[in-house]
C-alpha cells in the first residue's frame, strides 16, 4: 500500500472557481505534512505546511485529520496560475532518525479563462 | 526564503562517462540532503538521503557504486552519476532540509540529464 494516496485529477475549473483537493496517508506515526506544487519541467516547490488546526494562507486552506489520517487542500478564487500539479506530502520518522518525505502522485489542476 | 542550487540545469553526455551534479543550500545550513530522480509523468523517487559528514543512505533498488554522494558541508551535496547509460537519462533533483525538526524541505531546481 502506497504511504500517501491522492486522486490524480486531472481538476479542470474556470477561473474564480473554489476547488479541493484530498489526500490519505497510511502510516500513524506520520509526523509533519505538507501540500506542495510543481509546474511542468519544474522542481516541487512548498505552498504550505499543513497542522492539525488547520492553516490559511490567502487563498490557500490546508486541513489535517489526524484520526482518519486525511489531509485537503483548499483553493477559493482559482487564478490561472494555480495551474499545476499538487503534492501531499508527508514526512515519516524512520528509527532514530528525523525520517524522509513521502509524496503523493499528485493532483493536476487546470484553471481555464 | 531557503534556496537551493542545482548545477548544471541539463546535460547531455555519451554513455559511459561520468557526470557530477552539485546541490547547494545558499541561505541556511542543511542539516540533510535528498536525492530523487523523476521520470516523465511519475512522482519523484527518492534515491538516498545524505548527512554532512557521514555515508549517504541508499534507497532499497538504488546501487552506491553507480550513485556516488558527497557531503561534504552543512551547504554542499554532490551526486556522481558513474559511467552513465541512457536509462539513467531524467530528472534529478536535490533538496535541503533546514534545522533538526521535522522541517520542510526545500528543493533545488533540478538537472535535466541525458545520455546519449
Known amino acids: 500500500r502506497k504511504e500517501v494516496e491522492q486522486d490524480p485529477g486531472p481538476f479542470n475549473v474556470p477561473e474564480g472557481a473554489t476547488v479541493a483537493f484530498n489526500c490519505t496517508y497510511s502510516n500513524s506515526a506520520s509526523q509533519s505534512f505538507f501540500w506542495y506544487r510543481q509546474d511542468c519541467r519544474k522542481e516541487p516547490k512548498l505552498l504550505m505546511s499543513v497542522y492539525s488546526s488547520g492553516n490559511e494562507d490567502g487563498r490557500f486552506t490546508a486541513q489535517l485529520n489526524r484520526a482518519s489520517q486525511y489531509i485537503s487542500l483548499l483553493i477559493r478564487d482559482s487564478k490561472l496560475s494555480d495551474s499545476a500539479t499538487y503534492l501531499c506530502v508527508v514526512n515519516i520518522p524512520r528509527g532514530s532518525t528525523l525520517g524522509r518525505l513521502y509524496f503523493g502522485r499528485g493532483t493536476q489542476l487546470t484553471v481555464w479563462p | 526564503g531557503a534556496v537551493v542550487s542545482q548545477h548544471p540545469s541539463w546535460v547531455i553526455c555519451k554513455s559511459g562517462t561520468s557526470v557530477k551534479i552539485e546541490c547547494r543550500s545558499l541561505?541556511?545550513?542543511?542539516?540533510?540532503m535528498f536525492w530523487y530522480r523523476q521520470f516523465p509523468k511519475q512522482s519523484l523517487m527518492l534515491m538516498a538521503t545524505?548527512?554532512?559528514?557521514?555515508?549517504?543512505?541508499?534507497e532499497q533498488g538504488v546501487e552506491k557504486d553507480k550513485f556516488l554522494i558527497n557531503h561534504a558541508s552543512l551547504t554542499l551535496s554532490t551526486l556522481t552519476v558513474t559511467s552513465a547509460h541512457p536509462e539513467d537519462s531524467s530528472f534529478y533533483i536535490c533538496s535541503a532540509r533546514r534545522g533538526l525538526t521535522y522541517g520542510e524541505q526545500f528543493f533545488g531546481p533540478g538537472t535535466r540529464l541525458t545520455v546519449l
Open positions: 545524505s548527512n554532512e559528514g557521514s555515508k549517504a543512505t541508499y
Open positions: 541561505d541556511f545550513q542543511a542539516t540533510t
